[in-house]
């Protein structure tokens, strides 16, 4: 039974800590499929983190919060297309830019509007979002096996979870059942020969940008209104790249991205829950060894061991329009 218990707890977890890092792989997957690499990512929750959190403080209202999150996020993201789309700049360099800028930015205005260390002060009622009780989960808790899954898994979690799964099989359909997706898509094969029929390449790939923006928003905000009572400085922590190494991963796929997202975020869970603690025939396994492991299942797969992971043709490659 408490093996049982164990095993809910870290289901639990594993859905909490893999919401910002699906709804970031998710980011990227839609701007490196139109060819933008951005790793960038880690940036725009960062911003996004802070505005949420300030915004929700000032107006004691998370939606006004997240709003300003994927605004401070999309801002970045339209920084991120000026610099690597419209003037054709090295996409890695701008990502990097971003990611220096909103550190800085995030701290430095921190301290100035605030005075805490660069944190906003803890959020009042009404600036985070409360958890979504399902009907009958108190009263199905004490059924075994399936009471405790309803009432501590499926139930019980911040909106913006929610949000992040349904964005899994919505992402898929965008991408793989619409006209917007399959130009997506071909812009970043072969942008070429998108020009060639007529479609604005330029503005295929700031509308992939704009989406990216728009789900490190709700990544960032995830962060600071809803699993935290505020911002805090770099609180982010490495999460945009862990995002990355998932897309990898998972090859450039939603639902890929979802069942890497759950696994990264499962090892992270196991970390945190297993520091300290003995194993037998191994003893007590640092908690770095937890978080290096994604990173290096990312490698691992990058050596060819487990499958290849293929890139679209044309990403990270600034496209100039032929001139007749």
Same mark, same amino acid.
């Given at each position: 039974?408490?093996?049982?218990?164990?095993?809910?707890?870290?289901?639990?977890?594993?859905?909490?800590?893999?919401?910002?890092?699906?709804?970031?792989?998710?980011?990227?997957?839609?701007?490196?499929?139109?060819?933008?690499?951005?790793?960038?990512?880690?940036?725009?929750?960062?911003?996004?983190?802070?505005?949420?959190?300030?915004?929700?403080?000032?107006?004691?209202?998370?939606?006004?919060?997240?709003?300003?999150?994927?605004?401070?996020?999309?801002?970045?993201?339209?920084?991120?297309?000026? !610099?690597?789309? +419209?003037?054709? *700049?090295?996409?890695?360099?701008? #990502?990097?830019?971003?990611?220096? @800028? $909103? /550190?800085?930015?995030?701290?430095?205005?921190?301290?100035?509007?605030?005075?805490?260390?660069?944190?906003?002060?803890?959020?009042?009622?009404?600036?985070?979002?409360?958890?979504?009780?399902?009907?009958?989960?108190?009263?199905?808790?004490?059924?075994?096996?399936?009471?405790?899954?309803?009432?501590?898994?499926?139930?019980?979690?911040?909106?913006?979870?929610?949000?992040?799964?349904?964005?899994?099989?919505?992402?898929?359909?965008?991408?793989?059942?619409?006209?917007?997706?399959?130009?997506?898509?071909?812009?970043?094969?072969?942008?070429?020969?998108?020009?060639?029929?007529?479609?604005?390449?330029?503005?295929?790939?700031?509308?992939?940008?704009?989406?990216?923006?728009?789900?490190?928003?709700?990544?960032?905000?995830?962060?600071?209104? !809803?699993?935290? +009572?505020?911002? *805090?400085?770099?609180?982010?922590? #490495?999460?945009?790249?862990?995002? @990355? $190494? /998932?897309?990898?991963?998972?090859?450039?796929?939603?639902?890929?991205?979802?069942?890497?997202?759950?696994?990264?975020?499962?090892?992270?869970?196991?970390?945190?829950?297993?520091?300290?603690?003995?194993?037998?025939?191994?003893?007590?396994?640092?908690?770095?060894?937890?978080?290096?492991?994604?990173?290096?299942?990312?490698?691992?797969?990058?050596?060819?061991?487990?499958?290849?992971?293929?890139?679209?043709?044309?990403?990270?490659?600034?496209?100039?329009?032929?001139?007749?």
């Amino acid at each position: 039974m408490i093996m049982f218990e164990t095993i809910i707890l870290m289901m639990d977890a594993t859905i909490r800590v893999s919401t910002p890092l699906l709804l970031a792989c998710l980011a990227g997957l839609y701007s490196e499929r139109s060819g933008v690499v951005d790793i960038g990512l880690e940036g725009k929750m960062l911003g996004a983190a802070f505005g949420a959190g300030a915004v929700a403080y000032i107006t004691a209202n998370a939606w006004l919060g997240l709003l300003a999150g994927i605004s401070v996020s999309v801002l970045l993201s339209l920084l991120h297309g000026f !610099a690597s789309i +419209s003037n054709r *700049g090295n996409q890695i360099v701008s #990502g990097v830019a971003i990611n220096f @800028l $909103a /550190a800085g930015l995030t701290a430095l205005l921190g301290q100035t509007w605030f005075r805490q260390g660069g944190r906003t002060p803890s959020l009042p009622d009404g600036g985070r979002f409360t958890e979504i009780v399902w009907p009958f989960a108190e009263q199905v808790r004490n059924i075994p096996i399936i009471g405790p899954f309803y009432a501590e898994v499926l139930s019980g979690h911040k909106i913006l979870v929610y949000v992040a799964f349904l964005a899994v099989p919505l992402t898929w359909w965008i991408l793989f059942r619409t006209r917007f997706g399959l130009r997506l898509r071909a812009v970043g094969e072969n942008p070429a020969a998108v020009d060639t029929a007529g479609i604005s390449v330029v503005w295929m790939r700031y509308r992939a940008v704009i989406a990216c923006g728009i789900l490190c928003g709700v990544a960032g905000s995830y962060l600071s209104i !809803a699993v935290g +009572s505020g911002f *805090g400085v770099n609180m982010t922590a #490495g999460q945009g790249f862990m995002a @990355l $190494a /998932a897309l990898i991963f998972a090859k450039w796929k939603p639902v890929s991205a979802m069942f890497t997202c759950l696994l990264f975020g499962f090892l992270d869970a196991a970390g945190t829950r297993l520091q300290g603690v003995e194993i037998w025939l191994i003893g007590e396994v640092p908690l770095q060894v937890f978080q290096a492991l994604p990173y290096v299942l990312t490698v691992v797969l990058l050596a060819g061991f487990i499958g290849k992971a293929i890139p679209p043709k044309a990403a990270g490659i600034p496209y100039l329009k032929e001139r007749s």
